[in-house]
């Protein structure tokens, strides 16, 4: 009750800066362009409705439109076109501290008789790739904020979608129907980029702290199955972001202060006197140290360090088309010292101290080149390299006297990528796409290990393994083709084609990709999709070495085939009333030529991911299969009148089947997960309103594997009962969320909102693992984190 005074005491001295003044107004800009060709749509009539008022303008030469003094607050735009579908888009924030700049996409009607023309409906269920049209879905700036819960995490946001499970508050890695997190693919400014998360490790997708800053994200895609075939090398979803470019009229500042996404200061303006060109820098610095002096739970002892910056920018069009200059940079480091490390901490163990350190950096160049009015040419390059660096000293007593080192790990990854794709819209109906992704990866690695080893040379200690000594690298072709045909404006085919070509064995791979959407009318529409996809082995499994008979390390898994799946889809979208929507999905996913062990076992790549350390073993064959399936309901009404509400559910089974034959169920099977969220705004006058947030979640506990006591005893190190694996599971998750907070506006351009966000309210102990306890000889249930008052105060000018 105390960590709640307080912070509710920051929420009423803010609260209390509140005075009233005359009229607040902001600008509403942005661009008007052709969906498919990327073309600016000239003459374009553009309006905003703010009550029973509506403004209009048109588009100039370039396709830009300009508002100026609009009222703030919530206001709905609507663009259209003569020959083209309109577009209404809802729920546009207008503050006085920020201009808010808009790129609308319309998309050409088949028939041409008449403007088709969509009023007080909207279109924030598409995505915004015009190829993915199923099983896809845009998240924006103001939801990552608005939902309670979220951290100011992208990843966190989308386990709020159906089919994204969620049990685990300790990282963000994106479980999508079942599938592994390490089956995501992440690209930033469309080409793919490393784990984007803070204290990441060689082959995972998700961390505890994201790196990519939801401040300079615009409006970005998640796929969760079938997607197009510009996407490869994943198995379960896509998570397709990109950066928006700065304000390039005037110069514009934010300050921000959250408990995980700590400190930040973001500065965005115009490059050149022409304003023509702009730039986006945002730097960020940790400050959970602030929630430990307040005494609240993090799920360790140990502060986390951790600092970040991103960028871009935007240098507009010239006569060698549009470039572009992106980038994220981070570094993030901890210290689990044993003396202070309860047997309750999330990531450390008390008879241990452990040291992590992380780098992160990717720079990228975007070019656009238009050709004619109907085709563009877009080429992206980017270089990244991430570092990981962790060591261990297991103490030999309960003092913490004498210790001896335990773990060395020091990984270093280097990526050149090159996306470059040619698109072309050669009428209303039919739009191709033909381009190639290249990926260079290479890997130093050298990790040393003694856990669970014998002690052979009679030393008194475990006797150290050389776990990888790697310096190699790859490469990743993956060229593909990819139509969008619309037969008329009720009926849509997208469909093409996809080949992966890895040179370190020679593998290849031919993957068709085809969906079908029909319009049944205004009100509802269905879509079926088929997907074979395919991935690469992770690098940590790919660049296993073991010893032969000589002591020489040799690479044991080089020679692994893609681990593949067929992806088959099917929904039903219905549009009850206006701001309401309901989308129901059924799916079937068959994974098969997945790695396990030669010899009858348990294990299965399908179950590794979701934890820091990769699996380390060796022989492992393409024989292995899995499956998943289930029923997926969103229920959304979308912001309108004051409020919006948001209802997702999922019933999965996720099953594997190893080399033992027997199939069982996959660490990630929680069988079901709903979600309910749901908001009000109140309006107290034109400067201020206050906002209340809420999210109920529940899934289904994780399998896991139990753990063999005795043995554990009889070795002093963890092993776990592989003949039961994945046989129990742990007890129903469970978490409240609520979040009250305002937003203020001054009429001298400054605009602020602040949140207390209360997660886990009800102090649910909700079960994080097992973990044998060496000095207690036992087995210890770790809970995941409890009550946390999270903070949002955001200053614009």
Do not use: C
Not at 293 to 308: E, K, S
Request: charged content about 20%; overall charge negative.
């Amino acid at each position: 009750m105390k960590q709640m005074k307080r912070v509710y005491m920051v929420f009423l001295l803010m609260v209390s800066m509140v005075s009233l003044h005359a009229q607040y107004t902001q600008t509403i800009k942005g661009q008007v362009l052709d969906a498919d060709s990327e073309i600016p749509l000239i003459g374009a009539n553009v309006e905003v409705l703010f009550g029973d008022e509506i403004v209009g303008t048109s588009t100039d030469i370039d396709g830009y439109f300009k508002f100026e003094k609009v009222p703030v607050g919530r206001h709905i735009i609507r663009a259209s076109y003569l020959g083209y579908n309109s577009v209404t888009i809802p729920n546009v924030v207008v503050n006085t501290g920020k201009e808010v700049d808009l790129e609308l996409l319309l998309s050409e009607a088949v028939n041409k008789l008449s403007e088709v023309t969509i009023t007080a409906t909207t279109d924030k269920d598409k995505s915004v790739n015009e190829m993915a049209t199923i099983s896809a879905k845009t998240f924006s700036l103001e939801e990552v904020t608005r939902y309670s819960g979220g951290r100011n995490d992208a990843s966190r946001l989308v386990s709020n979608f159906a089919g994204v499970a969620t049990a685990d508050d300790s990282r963000n890695d994106i479980v999508i129907r079942g599938n592994s997190p390490a089956g995501v693919l992440w690209r930033l400014e469309g080409v793919p980029i490393p784990n984007p998360n803070h204290f990441s490790t060689l082959g995972t997708t998700g961390g505890p702290v994201s790196a990519l800053n939801t401040n300079l994200l615009k409006n970005s895609d998640f796929i969760t199955s079938a997607f197009p075939s510009e996407y490869g090398n994943a198995l379960s979803g896509v998570f397709d972001v990109g950066f928006r470019n700065g304000n390039r009229d005037k110069f514009e500042f934010t300050a921000q202060l959250a408990a995980f996404s700590g400190l930040e200061f973001m500065a965005e303006g115009p490059l050149n006197k022409s304003k023509t060109s702009s730039f986006l820098i945002s730097y960020r610095n940790s400050f959970v140290a602030l929630a430990d002096n307040l005494g609240l739970d993090i799920g360790t002892n140990a502060i986390p360090d951790y600092r970040d910056l991103s960028f871009k920018l935007d240098f507009g069009t010239g006569k060698l088309g549009k470039f572009s200059i992106f980038g994220i940079g981070g570094t993030s480091d901890i210290a689990f010292l044993g003396a202070e490390i309860d047997d309750n901490d999330i990531f450390a163990e008390a008879d241990a101290d452990s040291r992590a350190d992380s780098r992160l950096g990717v720079v990228g160049v975007k070019h656009n080149l238009l050709f004619g009015n109907n085709a563009y040419l877009r080429t992206v390059v980017s270089a990244s390299r991430t570092e990981n660096k962790f060591t261990q000293e297991r103490y030999l007593d309960t003092l913490f006297m004498e210790s001896y080192a335990n773990t060395n790990v020091d990984d270093r990854t280097e990526r050149l990528a090159i996306t470059s794709f040619y698109n072309i819209k050669h009428n209303a109906k039919l739009t191709t796409r033909i381009g190639i992704t290249f990926e260079r990866l290479s890997l130093i690695s050298n990790v040393r290990d003694r856990e669970g080893n014998p002690d052979i040379d009679m030393d008194g200690l475990p006797d150290w393994q050389q776990v990888r000594d790697v310096d190699g690298e790859l490469y990743i072709y993956q060229p593909f083709l990819h139509a969008k045909y619309k037969l008329n404006d009720k009926l849509t085919f997208n469909g093409g084609v996809h080949a992966q070509y890895l040179h370190i064995n020679e593998d290849y791979i031919v993957e068709p990709r085809a969906t079908l959407n029909y319009a049944i009318n205004e009100k509802s529409s269905w879509n079926i999709g088929y997907g074979h996809h395919s991935q690469v082995q992770p690098l940590p499994i790919l660049f296993f070495l073991s010893p032969n008979d000589e002591g020489e390390l040799m690479p044991l898994n080089q020679e692994l085939d893609f681990s593949k799946a067929h992806h088959f889809v099917m929904g039903y979208d219905f549009k009850p009333a206006q701001n309401w929507r309901t989308k129901i999905e059924t799916y079937y996913q068959y994974l098969y030529d997945v790695p396990v062990d030669r010899f009858e076992s348990t294990f299965s790549l399908l179950n590794a991911g979701a934890d820091f350390v990769f699996p380390e073993t060796g022989y492992l064959i393409n024989e292995g299969s899995g499956k998943n399936y289930g029923l997926e309901l969103t229920v959304e009404k979308f912001f309108s009148k004051g409020y919006y509400g948001l209802l997702t559910g999922s019933l999965f089974q996720s099953k594997y089947t190893p080399s033992d034959g027997v199939e069982r169920n996959t660490a990630f099977n929680n069988q079901y997960v709903l979600n309910v969220l749901g908001g009000k705004e109140w309006k107290v006058n034109e400067r201020l309103s206050f906002t209340t947030d809420f999210k109920v979640t529940t899934a289904g506990g994780r399998y896991y594997t139990p753990i063999d006591l005795e043995t554990s005893q009889l070795i002093s190190s963890e092993v776990k009962d592989e003949s039961r694996a994945f046989s129990e599971q742990f007890d129903p998750y469970f978490r409240l969320d609520l979040k009250l907070g305002f937003r203020l506006n001054s009429k001298k351009g400054f605009s602020q909102m602040f949140a207390l966000d209360f997660q886990n309210l009800t102090n649910r102990e909700n079960p994080f693992t097992r973990r044998y306890n060496r000095s207690k000889n036992q087995v210890d249930t770790v809970l995941q984190s409890g009550f946390f008052p999270d903070i949002l105060w955001r200053i614009q000018f």
